[in-house]
Nanobody, 116 residues
Framework: QVQLVESGGGLVQAGGSLRLSCAAS????????MGWFRQAPGRERELVAS????????YYANSVRGRFTISRDNAKNTVYLQMNNVKPEDAAVYYC?????????WGQGTQVTVSS
């Protein structure tokens, strides 16, 4: 059984930075494309960034391109999301999961709150 544990969220001022982490246990995720998703109140969960298994290909939603950077450390079964120049509209619960196909069990997520 795969367990995904997200961390690193918190309160950040608009224009500030946060680094989110997601640790996977129970399965080696090195062969999977991994993604960061977010869900704001009243909105559907959306994919904001993904990276293929080798780290050679990335995808970013238009809303975060140029501000967020996804990275991964397969040896640590961990994927990261560096969030720079955070905007109020980035406020949401952030989750990681496989970027395509049937999702693994969702973790609790990590809350990002942005003060303006």
């Amino acid at each position: 059984q795969v367990q995904l544990v997200e961390s690193g969220g918190g309160l950040v001022q608009a224009g500030g930075s946060l680094r989110l982490s997601c640790a996977a246990s129970g399965r080696t995720f090195s062969s999977y494309s991994m993604g960061w998703f977010r869900q704001a109140p009243g909105r559907e969960r959306e994919l904001v960034a993904s990276m293929n298994w080798s780290g050679t290909m990335t995808y970013y939603a238009n809303s975060v391109r140029g501000r967020f950077t996804i990275s991964r450390d397969n040896a640590k079964n961990t994927v990261y999301l560096q969030m720079n120049n955070v905007k109020p509209e980035d406020a949401a619960v952030y989750y990681c999961n496989v970027a395509s196909g049937a999702p693994w069990d969702w973790g609790q997520g990590t809350q990002v709150t942005v003060s303006s």
